[in-house]
Structures are given as structure tokens and as C-alpha cells.
């Protein structure tokens, strides 16, 4: 290769990189055999692989460390409980799980696994399945974090209407105000104070009604 | 006799010492003796034990008593309907706590040696300490977000006004503890047998207290299975218990479990020494290696005769109180916030009249025997 090409290459690679982003991979197997495989498989795409053959010893201290996008686990490992657990007990940021499986029945398994929530079960671990597969994983995680921050945010919005909506009814019976009177008041307020409406209304709920 | 609908099973179970009932009836002819042709699948972890059971790879598995409510709520799972027809043991956990640890609360605590069970509050020091030092907090280590080990170290703590806020909670597999011990990972963990004995035995680690200094008596694990397959097999199911019963019983006599330990030893199993499983089955805990260990005569717990030969009560049941004591526990431990729990939950869950149906038939299969045996 001359050397106008190769650097023609490099930056070509650079350009590659910029329009697709790294996805790291902690890899939880403790077949090296199979770990080497999926690696290779796995070349020059945007997943990096960080292998843990040995995963009991530092399972937790690496998930913190690597922060990776996703974790690639075999079904069998005994370290499924504790990524079940980072999610529950552990208040943990979610991260998509893919498993794999020896076992032939796998999609019965896979149709019982929560769907969108984590795990997906890749039957093995097949060069030309594998990147497919993990493109799904992280794409369907991002769409179900997407909607549960949604129902979040709509569920807090409910909230502070309804914050609003009694701090106002209380400012209309005990200062004799009109609707449109009393929301121009508190609205001002948070203006004035740089708050948020709905903190305002907090305040004046628990204002109100000790007076 | 009873006709299985099903006659060829597969049952999960996880390698400890309370999983003594499946393997005795596998190994003592039980299961034969009611038709059954069972296969014991050994599992690594609780949560795929779970996801196999759903997908009806297994037809039934021994469970943490809290696992069935879980499936039905889906707490960390798809919401999948879950019953236990039979509790399978009593107690039989314990928090054991490293060396390390055991040198700090004696050294904090101005102590030569501590007494057993320990009290919580001598915790209080060391993380006080620790707070003051710019230490890292304790970490405890437990084998399941939905299990008694979890709340049962929750109250231990709380008996001392320890939240969960001075120390870290984790879980860690049964498997590895005593090396996340040895390698100060973890600092204390709450676990099943063998691996508090394994622990003291090689010189590691503490084991404070037991789970009946904790709790008295509460179901420890029970059989899980789905309701759609007792739905559709109910004479299996109650074979299924019979002969699950059966090894229950058997397992009430002390040189019985003698014997239970022997067979749980074997790799197939436990893969485990003898003697560190036989101990919590004979009733004695294991505590340090330069210490005597304490008589627990409940330690693990099987089964145990009525003095009323007409009462119908038995630890196996799976009462509908302990059930909902499950539940409270798991209230207070914030795992059901934001949940809607169906006021017949623990019904649905919990099936007295499934084991009681089996009782009947037990009950029978004996008086026949004896008939047979003149």
C-alpha cells in the first residue's frame, strides 16, 4: 500500500468513527474459546470487546469501571444474578444484557424474557448473526429507556399539575381570588423568584395551610 | 394410587444443602414410587432456574420462598403465574462475616472475643470508624434481590438502626462467596449451607448467627411451579408433593440426614465435603476455628411430627400467613413500590389445598402398605 493510500485509509477509518460512535462490550464467558470467536467476529465493527473469563472476582468493580453499552453474558453463568441484582438492589444505571445459550430451546426462553427491558438470547454465537443481533439489543434498550423516561416524565407532569391546580384552588378560597387571578399571582412569583411553578405552588400549599 | 398425567419430569434445583429433599427423593426411590421418572437439572443461578421454569423447561424447581410471588408480581421478570403447593425447609441460612471484619468489630469494640449471635450494634463502631476514616462502608453480600437472606440481613441490620445507607448491599452467587470473602470483596454475607461451614472451615470467616437467631421457623424454600401446568396435570402435581413429602419425612431423623449429607456430597450435587454439609443438618453451627460450635437444633429443617396425631398442621404447608408475611418483608424492603398487589395475591400463590389433597393421598399410600405388609 503506498503511503498516500494508507493515509488516504486512516483518515477514511477516522471519518468511519466519527459517524458511528464505540459501543463497549463487557463479554462474560468463561469458554475462551468462544470469547475469541465472538471477538473476531466482532472486528473492525464498532463493538469493543473488554472479555472477563473469570468473572466472579471482579464482575461489579468492572461493570463500574468499563461502563460499557452493553454486556454480553452466557445464560448459564452464575454471574447472572448479580446483573439481575444491579438493577434492583443496586441502583444502577440499566444497561442492555444480551445471553447466549448452548440450550436448543432458546426461544422459548427468549419469548418469556421481558421484552425491550435487557436480554435477548442469541442461540450461538454465529459471526454473521452476532452483529445483527447486537444492533437490535441496543437499538430496542434505547427505544424502552426512551419510553420509560416518557411515562416518567408524564407521571411527574401529572404531579405537579396537580400541585398546581390545589395551590391555586387554595389561593381562591382563602384570598378570595378568580382562577385566572390566582394563577397570574403564582405565575409572577416564579418569575420574580426564579422558581419553578410547581415548587411555588409547593410552597404556598404548605404556606396556606398552616395559616 | 394416583395416575400422573405426566410421568417424566425435569426439576431444577441449586446446589445447597436445603435442596435435600429433591435429591433424597430422587436417590431414596420417592419419586419411583409414585410414578415419576425425574431428572434433576443442577442450576447456577436463581435467575435462570426462573427463566427456565417459565419457558417450561422445567416443570418444577425448588425456589427461594419469595420467588413464586415475585414471578406473579414480574418483579424483575415477566409476569408469569407461579404457585407452591409445598414448603420444602425451614431456616438454614446464615451471616457469616470475614476475618477481617471480625478483627475490626473486636478491635473497635475494645473486645477480646465476641458472643454469639452476634449483636448488630457492634457493628455500629466499625462503620462509624470508617465514616470518620474516609474508609470504604462495609459491604454485605446476600444471593438474591427476592430472598429471605436479603430481608433477614435488612432486620439483623435494622436491629441495630443500621440502614442500608451505611453500608452496600450486593449479590453475590453462593458458589463464589467464600472466595469474595477470602478476598475481602465482600466483608459479611448472608447465605445458605454448605458455604457458612466451608467458610469457617477454612479459616476464613465468622458465621455470627444463624437465620433462626433471625427469624423463627419461616419457610426457606418451597417448590415452584406453573399454574398452567398444575392446571393441566393436577394428579402430577400432587405426586410430585407426595413423594417430595415423603423425603421431607424421612429427612426428620437425624441419622437419616447422616445419609442425606453423603449423597448431597457427590459432584452431581453439591460437589462439597461431607463435613461441611453435614453439620447445619445435624443441628450444629459452625462458628470459628478456634471456636466451639453452637447447637442449632433447627438449623435446617425438614419436617416434624405432631404430638396430635389428628392435627393437620405440618411446616410443610404452605400457609396462606406466610405468605403474607413474605409479602410485608418485601413491603419493607421498597420492592413493591409502584406495584399494584392483587388483594388475592398470596391465595393464588400459596395452595394449602393442593398439599392437602396430597396428604389425603399420602395417607392412603400408607394404610395400603401396611395392609400389604400384613
Known amino acids: 500500500m503506498a503511503w498516500k493510500d494508507s493515509l488516504q485509509y486512516t483518515s477514511s477509518l477516522k471519518q468511519q468513527k466519527n459517524v458511528i460512535p464505540e459501543l463497549r462490550i463487557l463479554l462474560i464467558d468463561e469458554n475462551r474459546q468462544r470469547a475469541e470467536s465472538l471477538t473476531s467476529a466482532l472486528n473492525n465493527s464498532r463493538y469493543k470487546i473488554n472479555h472477563l473469563a473469570n468473572p466472579d472476582m471482579s464482575l461489579l468493580k468492572q461493570v463500574d469501571e468499563i461502563q460499557p453499552d452493553i454486556i454480553v453474558i452466557d445464560i448459564e453463568s452464575p454471574s447472572r444474578d448479580i446483573l439481575e441484582s444491579l438493577s434492583t438492589i443496586s441502583h444502577y444505571n440499566p444497561k442492555p444484557i444480551v445471553m447466549f445459550s448452548g440450550e436448543k430451546d432458546t426461544d422459548t426462553i427468549n419469548q418469556y424474557i421481558e421484552s425491550g427491558v435487557s436480554a435477548y438470547v442469541v442461540g450461538d454465537l454465529q459471526a454473521d448473526r452476532v452483529k445483527p443481533i447486537l444492533d437490535a439489543a441496543v437499538a430496542r434498550f434505547r427505544e424502552f429507556q426512551k419510553l420509560k423516561v416518557e411515562l416518567s416524565d408524564t407521571k411527574q407532569q401529572l404531579a405537579s399539575r396537580n400541585l398546581i391546580d390545589q395551590a391555586k384552588r387554595l389561593l381562591m378560597k382563602k384570598r378570595n381570588l378568580s382562577e385566572d387571578d390566582a394563577f397570574k399571582a403564582m405565575r409572577k412569583t416564579a418569575m420574580d423568584t426564579g422558581q419553578k411553578l410547581d415548587d411555588v405552588a409547593k410552597t404556598l400549599i404548605s404556606f396556606l395551610n398552616t395559616i | 394410587m394416583i395416575e400422573p398425567e405426566q410421568t417424566d419430569l425435569i426439576l431444577g434445583f441449586i446446589p445447597l444443602t436445603d435442596s435435600a429433599p429433591l435429591i433424597v427423593a430422587k436417590e431414596m426411590g420417592f419419586f419411583s414410587q409414585w410414578g415419576l421418572n425425574v431428572k434433576l437439572q443442577k442450576q447456577n443461578s436463581w435467575a435462570t432456574l426462573r427463566d427456565k421454569l417459565h419457558a417450561g423447561l422445567l416443570d418444577a424447581t425448588q425456589m427461594l420462598a419469595p420467588m413464586p410471588l415475585a414471578s406473579s408480581l414480574g418483579l424483575g421478570c415477566a409476569k408469569v403465574q407461579v404457585i407452591t403447593p409445598l414448603v420444602l425447609s425451614l431456616n438454614g441460612n446464615a451471616i457469616t462475616l470475614s476475618e477481617k471484619l471480625h478483627q475490626e468489630i473486636l478491635q473497635e469494640n475494645n473486645l477480646a472475643h465476641v458472643t454469639l449471635p452476634l449483636a448488630a450494634y457492634l457493628l455500629q463502631k466499625v462503620i462509624n470508624v470508617r465514616k470518620i476514616r474516609k474508609r470504604p462502608k462495609l459491604r454485605f453480600a446476600t444471593v438474591f434481590p427476592y430472598s429471605c437472606h436479603y430481608y433477614q440481613l435488612r432486620d439483623w441490620l435494622s436491629s441495630a438502626n443500621?440502614?442500608?445507607?451505611?453500608?452496600?448491599?450486593?449479590?453475590?452467587?453462593?458458589?463464589?462467596?467464600?472466595?469474595?470473602?477470602?478476598?475481602?470483596?465482600?466483608?459479611?454475607?448472608?447465605?445458605?449451607?454448605?458455604?457458612?461451614?466451608?467458610?469457617?472451615?477454612?479459616?476464613?470467616?465468622?458465621?455470627?448467627?444463624?437465620?433462626?437467631?433471625?427469624?423463627?421457623?419461616?419457610?426457606?424454600?418451597?417448590?415452584?411451579?406453573?399454574?398452567?401446568?398444575?392446571?393441566?396435570?393436577?394428579?402430577?402435581?400432587?405426586?410430585?408433593?407426595?413423594?417430595?413429602?415423603?423425603?421431607?419425612?424421612?429427612?426428620?431423623?437425624?441419622?437419616?440426614?447422616?445419609?442425606?449429607?453423603?449423597?448431597?456430597?457427590?459432584?452431581?450435587?453439591?460437589?462439597?465435603?461431607?463435613?461441611?454439609?453435614a453439620p447445619s443438618l445435624i443441628g450444629s453451627c459452625l462458628t470459628h476455628i478456634t471456636m466451639p460450635p453452637r447447637a442449632i437444633p433447627s438449623y435446617n429443617q425438614f419436617s416434624k411430627s405432631t404430638k396430635n396425631a389428628a392435627s393437620t398442621s405440618s411446616i410443610n404447608v404452605p400457609e396462606y400467613i406466610r405468605g403474607e408475611w413474605l409479602i410485608s418483608q418485601m413491603k419493607n424492603a421498597g420492592q413493591l413500590k409502584d406495584i399494584d398487589v392483587p388483594a388475592d395475591l398470596v391465595r393464588t400463590v400459596f395452595r394449602p389445598d393442593i398439599y392437602h389433597q396430597m396428604r389425603l393421598k399420602l395417607e392412603d399410600q400408607s394404610v395400603q402398605f401396611f395392609r400389604r405388609s400384613g
Open chain 2, 162 to 277: 443500621i440502614s442500608e445507607e451505611d453500608l452496600d448491599i450486593v449479590v453475590v452467587p453462593p458458589v463464589n462467596m467464600v472466595a469474595f470473602l477470602q478476598s475481602g470483596e465482600i466483608d459479611g454475607c448472608c447465605v445458605g449451607g454448605p458455604w457458612n461451614a466451608k467458610a469457617v472451615r477454612a479459616g476464613i470467616g465468622l458465621t455470627a448467627l444463624t437465620s433462626f437467631d433471625i427469624w423463627q421457623d419461616s419457610p426457606e424454600k418451597v417448590l415452584g411451579l406453573l399454574a398452567s401446568f398444575q392446571q393441566a396435570k393436577p394428579n402430577t402435581v400432587i405426586a410430585l408433593s407426595a413423594a417430595l413429602k415423603q423425603a421431607c419425612i424421612w429427612l426428620e431423623s437425624i441419622p437419616n440426614r447422616f445419609e442425606a449429607a453423603r449423597l448431597l456430597s457427590s459432584d452431581q450435587y453439591l460437589d462439597a465435603s461431607v463435613d461441611v454439609i
